[in-house]
């Protein structure tokens, strides 16, 4: 089954404040393990290595070390990731691999991640940002929904995939965009 895409475009990021000692950074020398940890624990990504680090995210294009961020906890412990990367305008910047720990979720520390690389990505020059989600994911969707993300429907089972996901976090519409950033249809739940 295809990912979920979503759309952002150029608005206001919200502001939030993390809590109990909690902090966020960017990448430094030597995080390829916690980055692997985060992202095996969060996300299911199988078993990386720190070559596989290396060249699948410090080496693709659009990837720079700023541009990978860690939330920490008080004991500096890495909590989850988040990525963006940058594109020439009139691409979107793509907000990727994106998790938080289990034993950290239902912390509030997902929209404060997920905004600190909307904000890098926009003093990039991007204008718009995309991201691919899987459906089974409903806490990040509401998540991505909460900052403005927008569902693109580009293809003919995306309507009845986004409706469900939709009913389930107590939507009744949503907007929509094309694969090509217009504007779409009204979704109705």
Excluded at 60 to 67: A, L
Excluded at 71 to 78: K, L, R, T
Excluded at 90 to 109: A, D, N, Q, S
Excluded at 180 to 186: A, F, L, W, Y
Aim: charged content about 25%; some cysteine.
């Amino acid at each position: 089954m295809q990912q979920l895409k979503m759309w952002w475009k150029m608005q206001h990021i919200p502001e939030y404040e993390l809590k109990n000692g909690y902090g966020i950074r960017t990448y430094r020398e030597g995080d390829a393990i916690a980055w692997i940890k985060a992202c095996s624990d969060g996300l299911d990504t199988g078993s990386w290595t720190e070559e596989d680090f290396n060249k699948n995210m410090l080496a693709m294009e659009g990837i720079f070390p700023e541009g990978i961020f860690f939330i920490v906890d008080p004991a500096g412990n890495i909590a989850g990731t988040a990525t963006g990367i940058v594109k020439p305008e009139p691409e979107p910047g793509i907000l990727h691999m994106v998790c938080i720990r289990p034993e950290y979720r239902g912390k509030g520390l997902a929209r404060p991640l997920n905004a600190a690389v909307l904000n890098y990505l926009v003093s990039k020059g991007c204008k718009s940002i995309t991201l691919s989600t899987d459906d089974f994911r409903i806490p990040a969707i509401k998540v991505y929904l909460s900052l403005g993300f927008r569902p693109i429907l580009y293809d003919e089972d995306m309507s009845g995939r986004w409706s469900s996901i939709l009913k389930k976090l107590g939507f009744t519409e949503i907007e929509t965009f094309t694969v090509d950033g217009k504007e779409g249809e009204i979704l109705r739940v």
